[in-house]
T-cell receptor, first 113, second 116 residues
Framework: AQSVTQLGSHVSVSEGALVLLRCNYS??????LFWYVQYPNQGLQLLLK??????LVKGINGFEAEFKKSETSFHLTKPSAHMSDAAEYFC???????????FGQGTRLTINP | GAGVSQTPSNKVTEKGKYVELRCDPI?????LYWYRQSLGQGPEFLIY????????DSGLPNDRFFAVRPEGSVSTLKIQRTERGDSAVYLC??????????????FGPGTRLTVT
């Protein structure tokens, strides 16, 4: 069975600083990996996804993530935080051929002015 | 275009009552998913429909939970004899032809269920 661990339930950075949200996964087969963002009272929105093509994936709103098989990691980064980035972020894994997404517990990102 | 919609947005019910939660997927999406998100947790898979049939219901916690999608579009999640532990946000998602590598799951805003 696959699983996802997000290190840090809360992350706080200053506006303009680097954002780094950590995600490690466990899967018996090469997985697909996803980052979703959830704003208050809104549904989950896909930021980016890794589906076995390029290991460095660029997403919306300036976010990117790098798939590192040797470290079983898929950390999310953004060079310069903006106040509008404050939200809950979820890493998820899906095994090719399966339908369900398995999510981590989420990381709440706070941006300080 | 219109996204996934869910009704009601909030539902408060008493322990032991029956509730129905509705999901309207994006038009043309044949795959539909239900997830449950408890406070402080990530979403957990409940059930997946391809067309009218439930292709995977392995996430339903017990037989009090049931979901239907009779015409392959709208889906209803039904919970009998509700318990306080059922309190959560219930999320619905849809995708085109199931979630292949290029098919994204689009999520609705959720229904917040509170069982008192």
């Amino acid at each position: 069975a696959q699983s996802v661990t997000q290190l840090g339930s809360h992350v706080s950075v200053s506006e303009g600083a680097l954002v780094l949200l950590r995600c490690n996964y466990s899967s018996s087969v090469p997985p697909y990996l996803f980052w979703y963002v959830q704003y208050p009272n809104q549904g989950l929105q896909l930021l980016l996804k890794y589906t076995s093509a390029a290991t460095l994936v660029k997403g919306i709103n300036g976010f990117e993530a790098e798939f590192k098989k040797s470290e079983t990691s898929f950390h999310l980064t953004k060079p310069s935080a903006h106040m509008s980035d404050a939200a809950e972020y979820f890493c998820a894994v899906r095994v090719p051929g399966a339908q369900k997404l398995v999510f981590g517990q989420g990381t709440r990102l706070t941006i300080n002015p | 275009g219109a996204g996934v919609s869910q009704t009601p947005s909030n539902k408060v019910t008493e322990k032991g009552k029956y509730v129905e939660l509705r999901c309207d997927p994006i038009s043309g999406h044949t795959a539909l998913y239900w997830y449950r998100q408890s406070l402080g947790q990530g979403p957990e898979f409940l059930i997946y429909f391809q067309g009218t049939g439930a292709a995977d219901d392995s996430g339903l916690p017990n037989d009090r939970f049931f979901a239907v999608r009779p015409e392959g579009s709208v889906s209803t999640l039904k919970i009998q004899r509700t318990e306080r532990g059922d309190s959560a946000v219930y999320l619905c998602a849809s995708s085109f032809r199931g979630a292949g590598p290029t098919y994204e799951q689009y999520f609705g805003p959720g229904t917040r269920l509170t069982v008192t």
